[in-house]
């Protein structure tokens, strides 16, 4: 089977930075993904990680360790559009499965 | 110029009844899928489609079937409606299977359908 684990809320100030954790275990591995839903509207894809190490993009950046089963989404010069949930989503090693953790609400403060 | 669109945006019907969901996408995207979201916000694959090759979730009821009449349609019918059924339903869509390496899907805006 497959468990994902994330906060379910968490807050941050304007300007900050902030860190999601994700924790997995899968029955096998082929990629991780942070998705990005604001309320009401569809995920939107930020970042994928297959191989250890850490992925920047902008002000976004993805984290991965397989050994620890273990991935955090860090977000850079928070502004109030980054109010969303972020979703961790984890591919098998078939790649026939792809199975979302259950979301981190983010609220940015002023 | 809208990438994935379904239709309707929202779907209120009785228990019992049958309905269908449509998606299309315009990416020229090979392989399609719908997601479950329900009211805890998990979301849940339910279909991966792409090149007549059907992936099914095991955990869905045969009341739901995906039907593709071609590369860029992918609608979802679901039978004998039930209070569960009740939720957003996103239709996504790839270029290249699931197990593609580098797997970005877009996401169309949801259907939310309410069971009643």
């Known amino acids: 089977g497959q468990n994902i684990d994330q906060p379910t809320e968490m807050t941050a100030t304007e300007g900050a930075i902030v860190q999601i954790n994700c924790t997995y275990q899968t029955s096998g591995f082929n990629g991780l993904f942070w998705y990005q839903q604001h309320a009401g509207e569809a995920p939107t894809f930020l970042s994928y990680n297959v191989l250890d190490g850490l992925e920047e993009k902008g002000r976004f950046s993805s984290f991965l360790s397989r050994s620890k089963g273990y991935s955090y989404l860090l977000l850079k010069e928070l502004q109030m559009k980054d109010s969303a949930s972020y979703l961790c989503a984890v591919r098998d090693n078939y790649g026939q499965n792809f199975v979302f953790g259950p979301g981190t609400r983010l609220s940015v403060l002023p | 110029d809208t990438a994935v669109s379904q239709t309707p945006k929202y779907l209120v019907t009785q228990m019992g009844n049958d309905k269908s969901i449509k998606c299309e996408q315009n990416l020229g995207h090979d392989t399609m899928y719908w997601y479950k979201q329900d009211s805890k916000k998990f979301l849940k694959i339910m279909f991966s489609y792409n090149n007549k090759e059907l992936i099914i979730n095991e955990t869905v009821p045969n009341r739901f079937s995906p039907k593709s009449p071609d590369k860029a349609h992918l609608n979802l019918h679901i039978n004998s409606l039930e209070l569960g059924d009740s939720a957003v339903y996103f239709c996504?869509?790839?270029?290249?299977?699931?197990?593609?390496?580098?797997?970005?899907?877009?996401f169309g805006p949801g259907t939310r359908l309410t069971v009643l």
């Open positions: 996504a869509s790839s270029q290249g299977r699931l197990s593609r390496s580098y797997n970005e899907q877009f």
